[in-house]
């Protein structure tokens, strides 16, 4: 497993904790005592208590009541039931917005929002990070040495709902950090490229949020305000940590990721928690949810730099939050757990333990849910609590990866923010497709930085990334040269490291490694512009019209292999206009067959520039396609039945079955439909 730029604490546990999510605070005197008989019957270990409780914590400002957290504790401790304690600031009380409007968010219209529902706080604040360090400071002074006390669970979900506030302090922050990342306010008109549309700003008071202008805003200012409020929220979260590392260095301190969220930086983030942990909520009506579970598992793995991480919240049925929201099937709840560990999760919880009866999320599943313990819910979670308990966890994340995705929120927000190409977020949906053409192949994959260490991989993808700079160039050719196998689709490389186009031929430096530029862009599944009514052309009578040909509202590119090569699928969406480098020794494998690009490549590769090999896609390949690159990359998948993952991790093989029928596995291991079985695998 390769290291990544953070190493936090690995996660030391004897057994892989399973738990909840725990609100005592929303039920009656002796629910917690039923609660931990119900908890120990379903092997529960850990659970996390608090997230939202500010409100019962500090009823009103600067009195603290922690009497019934600590009698939860102490039963908690009693029952032999860890607590991951939260630090209850993700939901302010009400008496805090209103005694202090400036700690409520300001959206961009210049409301502020109001509380009644949650995260309604001002991350710039001043006064709201001195109240949480207050509150956090007292909550470490008094738990900080509870026996019962395993991990501190720091807010919750930063970003979630307020990733950005148009506030006072909030521009005067975002006005010193750009003050500091480019020294000077000539840099910074240079840098946001205001020699256009005479946006020269003349002094820093001009400098301003990206707020509501007549018609495009500038996408470098966007870019800046992105990276800003990742570290700005960053802050808030160091503020806490630091305040809790203080009391009790020995405790691990995390906060729940969520996926690959649009608007924290999560490599810096990885950074700086000591366990990872993330929430997942796939939607159970698709079957590509699986894919999907794996690909954050994956994620979550790698920010760790391979060691294990909790994979914090799921739900063992249904959320509440979606517009129809599907139950899980049977086994389900198990299997995709499993998938987790065998992923490198040493920890299942859930949101949350028991179901609440008030609020947004009375219909939100739960290990206890509404309808008691005559349930399939509960036969399910307790079935899981005995799985896990036979599970000795890994001190590794997972079985060693040789392919890696390469992934970059600064290139996904160059591209965002940019107006066009294309108004769709490229990078992350070609990230998703390539994960999913390895994820069917059973191959273990790493996520990394592009300017991170890469030289372990023989396998090395690169999914539309937009931004390069000259340090992921370095790393790539170093890579390479050391025998790697390099495969960057369309879209990387076009706008270099301060987000301006890069001229010369799109791809920049990486040209000199894959013996191809970007000359020219071809768009097509384009929903044409229609003028008027969009009635069908008529041959007999639109003369003129019904005789113009449009391939850029098409919606498949047609590919064909070339001579000797072995290639098939199509493509979609996108196709670009490669120049080969004569002298480069490049192979075509596959090109355009038809319209505007017929002949030119798509699919090429360039071999002996260094050790390894040098691919480039010039579309959107489907599956098929990518499946045809990556058996030449990677050689024929293994053979396994359908429906099936097999995943090794530690002293264990996970036989994943996510079909619909009984699977046989290696002639005699039968595993049953939506289930998992755990192999030893000496034996
Ligand atoms: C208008 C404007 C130009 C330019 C073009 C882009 O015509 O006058 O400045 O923005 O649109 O299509
Ligand atoms: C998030 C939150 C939880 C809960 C769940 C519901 O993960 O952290 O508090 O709201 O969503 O799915």
Redesign the pocket.
Known sequence: MKSSPQSPVPLKADSIVYGA?YNPEQWPEGTVERDIELMKAAGVNLVTVG??SWALLEPEPGRYEFGWLRDVMDKMYEAGIGVDLATGTASPPPWLGSLYPETLPINVHGEHLSWGSRQQYNPSSQLFRDKVAALVKAMAAAFGDHPGLKMWHVS??YG?HIDESFDHESVERFRAWLGERYGSLDALNQAWGTAFWSQRMTSWDQVLPPVVTPTIPNQHQQVDWRIFWSENILDLFLIEKEALRTANPDIPITT?F?DLWDSLDYWRWAEHMDVISN?S?PDPANPRAAREYALHCDLMRSFGGGRPFIQM?Q?PSA???RRRNPVKRPGQYGLWSMQAVARGANGIMN??WRQSLAGA?TF?GAMVPHGGTETRTWREVTQLGEALSAIEPPEEGAAQADVVLLWDWESAWNQQYACGPVDERVPENELRAWHASLFERHQVVDFAHPESDLTSYRVIIVPALFRLTPAAVARLLEAVAGGASVIVTYQTGYVGPDGHAIEGGYLGNLASLLGVRVQGLYPVSVEPTVLGFGEDLDHDVDHISSSIHTPAASNDVVLRAVDGASFSGKGADWGEVLAVDPDAGVEVIAEFAADDLAGLPVVTVRRGSGAGEAWYVATRLDSAGRAAVLDQVLGVAPAVPRGVDITERGQYIFLLNHGDHEAIVEGDHHVAPRSCRVLLAEG
């Open positions: 999510d997230v939202f919750n979900e979630c729940n969520m929430d909520y919240e739900t959320v509440q939050w949101f949350q999320e939100h």
